[in-house]
């Protein structure tokens, strides 16, 4: 089935870095952006940033410009996004979520990544 | 970016009663206007996209309406199972946002 699984929960100190993973299965990797929406304990949701996984072009929200990168493997069927300089607002669930246009509907998310920044 | 309006924030209904959640945006969006539900500790499910199409499996008591800058979420019988956050996006434009999410639960 078509399914997106992600890496598991990271606790990081300020400053400090984190890479969340996120791996499909089920269906053609190529056909789809990945996008990636965080979720601060408590509140609603956020758009991240965007990645195409053919050529591995990436647009990014704002606020997240020069402290989030986005890769991508096409062997492995994965994406990866990296939140640089971290800080104790950056504590979130991050959600990787399919779309078939850029911008698009959402139409298969991870099961989401804790990330907690704490010194 | 367009901004998204969602009311209420949250309510409080009965299992059986008719459900509807109101998104407004900031500018006329056309149509590109999505729902998901959420329940605690869960992703986001994609429950209706493009104003009224309705997600493979959703069961037919969710409904949506609305163009331009007008939406509307209806839940036509409340079940047990629809307690949950729901929350409207827009895809009319770069970046997607979403709305702040209305919280159903039980009266």
């Known amino acids: 089935q078509v399914q997106l699984v992600q890496s598991g929960a990271e606790v990081k100190k300020p400053g400090a870095s984190v890479k969340v993973s996120c791996q499909a299965s089920?269906?053609?990797?190529?056909?789809?952006?990945m996008n990636w929406v965080r979720q601060a304990p408590g509140q609603g949701l956020e758009w991240v940033g965007i990645?195409?996984?053919?050529?591995?072009?990436?647009d990014y929200a704002q606020k997240f410009q020069g402290r989030v990168t986005m890769t991508r493997d096409t062997s492995t069927s994965t994406v990866y996004m990296e939140a640089s300089s971290l800080r104790s607002e950056d504590t979130a669930v991050y959600y990787c979520a399919r779309s078939r246009t850029n911008p698009g509907v959402f139409d298969i998310w991870g099961q989401g990544t804790m990330v907690t920044v704490s010194s | 970016d367009i901004q998204m309006t969602q009311s209420p924030s949250s309510l409080s209904a009965s299992v059986g009663d008719r459900v509807t959640i109101t998104c407004r945006a900031r500018q006329t969006i056309i149509n590109s206007l999505n729902w998901y539900q959420q329940k605690p500790g869960k992703a986001p499910k994609l429950l209706v996209y493009n104003a009224y199409s309705l997600q493979s499996g959703v069961p037919s008591r969710f409904s949506g309406s609305g163009s331009g800058t007008d939406f509307t979420l209806t839940i036509s019988s409340l079940q047990p199972e629809d307690f949950a956050t729901y929350y409207c996006?827009?895809?009319?434009?770069?970046?997607?946002?979403f709305g702040g999410g209305t919280k159903v639960e039980i009266k």
């Open positions: 089920g269906y053609t990797f190529t056909n789809y952006f």
């Open positions: 990645i195409n996984p053919v050529g591995g072009s990436t």
């Open positions: 996006q827009q895809t009319f434009s770069a970046p997607v946002t």
